[in-house]
């Protein structure tokens, strides 16, 4: 059985992470898995969004420990890990984590890499490396920090301590929190939304967000402005002002 399962519906591509016996624990396989499908999927035109997700119980409870344990200081600088991480930051279009149970070390780290984050009630999250002995090291001082603040970053990434989805709600590190019977539906209501956006327009979106996470208000606003004027070229800002001037929905094609 795959470690993670790659389904398609639609315009939306699925990757469930699946080693449920170690709550979806991130080996180098899983780690692959995603960086290559993602790889593929961003060159693919068929799939304009892409869902996360794990199970129930688990998102996933952070990189696998018992791969982890043995590993030399070189090896984890040097590790093919840290580009798969990379590919997945690299990923263009919207990414939605869909997340219940555990999303802890590297799962939560994961799941901050995603655009937009569907949790469910029962979703816990936690940078809980302290205990291990090490520190978060796949995003979660940096991107952590950008996301909730100082004061909110250390108090888990010190303490090591798990929170509820509700405290993520409240923090702004999840968008939304349902019920665990509704998490999948409603991550995938927001992916078919957005798939029916332009591609290009949300690609550039997302970049420009991104982009202001590592620069200067001055250049953030100076890319927006070059970003937005570029859309002008495409076939779907032509399209998305008639169809709003001639009250019908727009289709956008990705041109
Ligand atoms: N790795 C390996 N196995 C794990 C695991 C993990 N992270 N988490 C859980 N498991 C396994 C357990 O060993 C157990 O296996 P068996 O004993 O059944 O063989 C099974 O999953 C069920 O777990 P528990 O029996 O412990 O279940 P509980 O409900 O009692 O507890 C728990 C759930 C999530 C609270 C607990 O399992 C737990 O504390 N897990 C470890 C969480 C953790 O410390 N995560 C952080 C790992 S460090 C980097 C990239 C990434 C990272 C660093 C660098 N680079 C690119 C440089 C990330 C580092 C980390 O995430």
Redesign the pocket.
């Known amino acids: 059985m795959s470690v993670v399962l790659v389904e398609q519906d639609g315009p939306v591509g699925i990757l469930r992470l699946n080693r449920p ?3 979806n ?2 080996n180098s396989a899983v780690m692959e898995a995603l960086a290559d499908q993602l790889t593929r999927w961003d060159r693919d035109p068929a799939v304009r969004v892409v869902i996360l997700t794990g199970n129930d119980k ?1 998102f996933a ?6 791969e ?1 344990a043995e590993r030399t200081p070189v090896e ?1 600088l040097q ?1 093919a ?2 580009t798969r ?1 990379e590919a997945i930051r690299q990923f263009s279009k919207p990414l939605i984590a869909a997340v219940s149970g ?1 999303a ?4 939560m ?1 994961l799941a901050m890499l995603c655009d937009l984050i569907v949790a469910s009630e029962t979703a816990r999250f936690g940078q ?2 302290i ?2 002995g ?1 520190m ?3 995003g979660g001082t940096q991107r952590l920090t950008k996301i909730v603040g100082k004061m909110r970053a250390m108090d888990l990434v010190l303490t090591g301590r ?1 929170i509820t989805a509700e405290e993520a709600l409240q923090w702004g590190l999840v968008n939304r929190v349902v019920p665990v019977e509704q998490y999948w539906e409603e991550a995938l209501k927001l992916a078919r939304s957005l798939a029916a956006g332009p591609p290009l327009a949300l690609a550039l979106a997302k970049e420009a967000v991104l982009f202001s996470l590592d620069s200067t208000v001055e250049d953030g606003l100076k890319f927006e402005r070059k970003v937005f004027a570029l859309l002008f070229a495409s076939e779907d800002r032509r399209e998305g002002m008639a169809a709003f001037l001639e009250k019908r929905a727009p289709q956008f094609r990705g041109r």
């Open positions: 016996e170690v709550l624990a991130l688990a409870a952070g990189a696998d420990i018992a982890m984890m590790s890990q840290i991480w555990w802890l070390g590297g799962g780290e809980p490396e205990r291990l090490v978060p090291g796949a798990h």
